[in-house]
């Protein structure tokens, strides 16, 4: 994997050609290696924060955002046909775009937010849908803030996750709530999950038939079954851990107080890899559970960069 940084010296310089229907093309920015071996190895380093990581569902790419403008979708397991999405900015307005999200129907969903230079917060935020084949063919679907049929107002959408039969599972206020966002029907169906506690991260399995579920201050891990509608609890810490967990097929990864804790779901073996006293804030591992990339504050640094922590 390359540097992020040298390219979006190149993306700056193209950007007051843009407008706002448009987005810079997709181009090939993969290289084999990271940008320092490690341990651990450093996937990236910019003076804007990495983070909203997750993988494809086939794994072959590393999905993530850079300084809230760009989504990355880095190489993974040396492959090298890496592809960029970036936003829109001016001395005007400026676009953002989070919580990029992957279907298996080559769907992706994300957030674009806009700004004006003088105001503190956006004064436009929506969820988008686009294609991975032309990622500039983009659908508002969810504005936010957004309203459900019981009334409550959500502000902020934390989480997405992607099932099967084109339904989003999309996490606001630690509630989960289940929409297709590419239905004509309106007002939009919005269908909430019945949980034991807030929820903190979701995330869906390798077939999109399973949502995986990490607890706020719970130790469960729990799945749900889209098919059936039931939960069931696929792994318990045994302690109050701290809500940053990865499912994949096999494996699950979790970060606890003695390092990062990756189990075989099929055998119950474990193993832990050091943290290298970085400051985690998110977690993702492949589908085969093979590579487990985080990101994170290293020592002495504002901002969150890429690692890989295993492979």
């Known amino acids: 994997m390359r540097s992020i940084l040298p390219v979006l010296a190149v993306l700056s310089v193209l950007a007051p050609a843009c407008s706002h229907s448009d987005a810079f093309p997709p181009g090939d920015f993969g290289t084999d290696q990271p940008y320092i ?34 989504i990355a979708f880095l190489p993974s397991h040396q492959a090298r046909d890496s592809r960029w999405l970036c936003a829109f900015q001016d001395s005007v ?3 953002g775009y989070s919580r990029p999200t992957l279907a298996m129907s080559g ?17 436009f935020k929506s969820v988008l849908v686009a294609p991975l084949a032309d990622l500039r063919d983009t659908i508002d679907v969810v504005p936010v803030p957004f309203r459900t049929g019981d009334g409550i107002l959500h502000t902020e959408v934390t989480r997405m996750a992607w099932l099967r039969m084109g339904i989003l599972a999309i996490l606001a206020d ?8 590419l239905s004509s029907t309106r007002p939009r169906v919005f269908t909430a999950l019945t949980l034991p506690a807030r929820v ?4 869906s399995g390798r077939s999109e038939s399973v949502l995986y579920l990490g607890l706020a201050g719970d ?13 069931s609890t696929i792994y318990d810490a045994g302690a109050v851990g701290s809500g940053l967990v990865s499912v994949g097929s096999t494996y699950l990864a979790i970060v606890m107080p003695s390092g990062l804790l990756r189990v075989n779901l099929a055998t119950g073996a474990s193993e832990t890899f050091p943290t290298y006293n970085l400051a985690i804030s998110e977690l993702a591992m492949s ?23 295993g492979r």
């Open 37 to 70: 071996p490690g341990p651990p190895a450093r996937l990236t380093a910019n003076a804007g924060a990495d983070g909203d990581i997750g993988f494809s569902p086939d794994g072959r790419y590393l999905i993530s955002t850079v300084s809230h403008r760009c």
């Open 93 to 95: 307005e400026s676009d």
């Open 107 to 123: 769907q992706l969903a994300f957030i674009l937010t806009r700004q004006r230079p003088f105001e503190s917060g956006p004064f």
């Open 174 to 181: 630690g509630v989960v709530y289940l929409t297709n966002p």
């Open 200 to 203: 903190a991260t979701i995330q």
């Open 219 to 231: 130790s469960r891990v729990l799945a749900w079954d889209a098919n059936t509608g039931e939960f």
């Open 287 to 309: 589908p085969d559970g093979s590579d487990i990339i985080v990101s994170a504050f290293a020592a002495g640094s504002s901002e969150t960069d890429l690692y890989r922590l």
